[in-house]
């Protein structure tokens, strides 16, 4: 681990870059050395920039799935409990199990659970809401909302070694490096 | 989403990010507003017209919940009057909002990223103007939960077969799933007025909204389905709540509501009405707050476009409806169509006819669609004739049903009118603090129009 940092415990090294394309090659480069535990930070969605960290694939769709079911199927039995079992009305002499009047009401409720599972899979996934994280420490990361582009080396990595790290990420022609405080 | 297949090609059209913009260009312009702008006389004197206008609202409906709905002009046969009119007419100008940022994000209109962040948070201030309606109407608002399905000491449940049941849950589900598609794609924007904000009360309200968003990639990715997903969902939900609301009517069988017509004409028709909302607001934003830049003629012309082909479809909806009086051969029909057009409402359907199908036919000419002043014109006339449509449907067809004995008129009160206007006022109200306090144009997805945010596109240049 960080053996000789300047102070307290490290969260890993950050470099800066100016642009996507510097970032997207920063990061290949990065997961090709061997480092694992690495994380890439940008004011926009990035294509190819989670592949380049080697993150290929997500939840999400899976989580709206089975969100969207179970709201389908408990919309409709809700519908069919009420209007069979518990509290059936005649109406007209219709069978009481109306199916075609259920599609509705299942139909929202499929969307409703489904977009909401999107958002809060999402959130979830992501660790968010998270009040505190250690990359904010770096004064520069306030612009990672906005025009700059970061890579972040854990030094949970089993690779990582604060000297040799460093020395590799400045290899990759950063604006500046700076230790992550933790 | 996609990014690098999608730049707008170059073409002689009006680019929809003006030349010359960087990251941090669009970040400072559109974040100022929200941070550092200050607060103008005419910001602070059209918030006091506005406010005073939902203070309208407000004592129209108080004084509704101390008297009743006899407030209100409606009586049988017209028992729906405004209420209805006005629920119908706010639904359908959400609409736009939901459509510009579903239906276009999924068909990669990259023209979109300008306008979506406020044509939902219209969409949202729409739907909540159009919720005090029903409420309003039950008559007994505080027992309004009743139409939702719990277990109660009562041991009743709703009927699931009632269309007014279907609305409860078409209506409630849009505006949670707007809310939440809203929100999400404001997550990264709140991220950037939280890390450039000076104000530590400020940072702090921003940065709870933003949750700790950092912008990692594994985020990003995750980011990105979940809007491609909300968006897919949005999709159909968007097509399924004025098809729902249609069914208010169609289901019924009064003449004028009884048509298998009706969903796809009510759809357009939101659609229709929801877009000239839409630039009946951004035509004014953009010239007071300078982002000729961001919503460029390209927009506005775009949006005139869509108006012209959803018109059209209207158009068409009014023509089978008067064919269908006629080709239908029941008198019932035939004369709702006759008393469209020499009853006692004649003068609201040759105005609805004006507005809606003539009037819109000057988009086909650009010299109208690239002119602002115009444009605004337009859409406002558009915004009347979708609600005298709404005004049509509702009253005109209740007003002479089957039996002459039945006939009668609707005449709405004072009440009506505080009511309609407040909810204007409430709607304008929601809108002026909304430019102020959020970024009204979606800063990061602004980001993805510059060439620069194409990481494959811009390697290959450089080889």
Not at chain 2, 8 to 27: E, K, M, N, Q
Not at chain 2, 282 to 294: H, T, V
Request: hydrophobic share 50%.
């Amino acid at each position: 681990m960080s053996d000789f940092s300047s102070s307290g415990p490290v969260y890993g090294l950050m470099a800066e870059f100016d642009s996507a394309q510097e970032l997207v090659a920063a990061a290949h480069k990065t997961h090709e050395a061997g480092y694992q535990k690495i994380d890439a930070y940008s004011p926009f969605p990035i294509e190819g920039l989670a592949e380049a960290i080697g993150f290929h694939k997500n939840n999400v769709p899976l989580v709206v799935l089975i969100g969207g079911i179970i709201g389908g199927l408990s919309a409709y039995a809700l519908q069919y409990w009420v209007a069979v079992i518990t509290y059936p009305v005649n109406v007209g002499g219709r069978p009481f199990h109306s199916w075609p009047s259920f599609i509705i009401v299942t139909f929202e409720l499929t969307i409703l659970f489904g977009g909401l599972s999107s958002a809060i899979g999402m959130l979830a996934l992501n660790g968010l809401p998270m009040p505190y994280h250690p990359v904010f420490n770096v004064p520069e990361f306030a612009k990672a909302s906005e025009n700059k582009f970061f890579l972040v080396v854990f030094s949970s990595d089993p690779k990582y070694d604060a000297a040799r790290t460093r020395s590799f990420l400045s290899g990759l022609a950063p604006r500046m490096i700076a230790e992550v405080p933790s | 989403m996609a990014t690098n297949t999608q730049i707008p090609v170059a073409d002689r059209r009006v680019p929809v990010i003006a030349p010359g913009h960087t990251f941090s260009t669009i970040t400072e312009k559109i974040s100022n507003i929200v941070l550092s702008r200050p607060v103008s006389l005419g910001w602070i004197f059209g918030f006091l017209i506005v406010f005073s206008m939902m203070n309208v609202l407000m004592m129209a409906l108080g004084y509704l919940f101390i008297k009743g709905t006899g407030i209100w002009g409606i009586n049988i046969p017209i028992g729906w009057g405004f209420a209805i009119v006005n629920f119908v007419w706010w639904i359908g100008i959400g609409h736009a909002g939901t459509l510009i940022s579903a239906i276009l994000c999924l068909l990669r209109q990259t023209w979109r990223n300008s306008i979506n962040r406020f044509a939902e948070a219209m969409t949202l201030f729409a739907v909540a103007c159009a919720g005090i309606f029903p409420l309003a109407h039950t008559g007994r608002p505080w027992l309004a939960y009743w139409l939702f399905p719990y277990p109660n000491t009562m041991r009743y449940w709703p009927n699931f077969r009632s269309p007014l049941v279907w609305d409860v849950f078409a209506v409630s589900t849009y505006f949670t799933i707007s809310l939440v598609f809203w929100f999400v794609g404001l997550i990264p924007d709140l991220a950037t007025l939280r890390d450039r904000t000076e104000n530590v009360w400020v940072q702090r309200i921003y940065g709870l909204l933003a949750m700790g968003w950092r912008g990692s990639a594994r985020h990003w990715h995750r980011y990105e389905t979940a809007y491609l997903l909300l968006a897919g969902l949005a999709t159909p939900l968007v097509l399924s709540v004025h098809t729902v609301v249609s069914f208010d009517f169609a289901v019924g069988i009064v003449p004028g509501w009884h048509t298998t017509i009706f969903p796809p004409y009510f759809v357009a028709g939101a659609i229709y009405s929801g877009f000239a909302m839409v630039l009946c607001l951004a035509i004014p934003i953009r010239a007071i707050y300078g982002l000729q830049d961001f919503i460029t003629m390209r927009h506005l012309e775009n949006a005139a476009k869509v108006m012209l082909a959803t018109g059209l479809i209207v158009a068409y909806g009014y023509g089978m409806e008067a064919f269908m009086g006629w080709y239908s051969g029941s008198p019932f029909d035939s004369f709702l169509l006759w008393n469209r057009l020499h009853g006692p409402y004649r003068l609201s359907y040759m105005a609805l006819l004006g507005c809606n199908i003539l009037i819109p036919q000057v988009l086909w000419l650009k010299k109208f669609r690239v002119s602002t002043g115009w444009l605004w014109i337009i859409s406002f006339v558009v915004l009347v004739g979708m609600w005298l449509e709404r005004f049509i449907i509702v009253v005109v067809s209740l007003s002479r049903d089957f039996l002459n004995s039945s006939f009668g008129m609707y005449y709405p009160t004072k009440w009506d009118w505080m009511t309609f206007a407040g909810t204007i006022g409430m709607f304008l109200t929601a809108m002026w603090l909304f430019v102020r306090i959020l970024p009204m144009i979606s800063i990061f997805e602004l980001r993805t129009l510059l060439p620069e945010s194409h990481v494959h596109e811009a390697t290959e240049v450089k080889q």
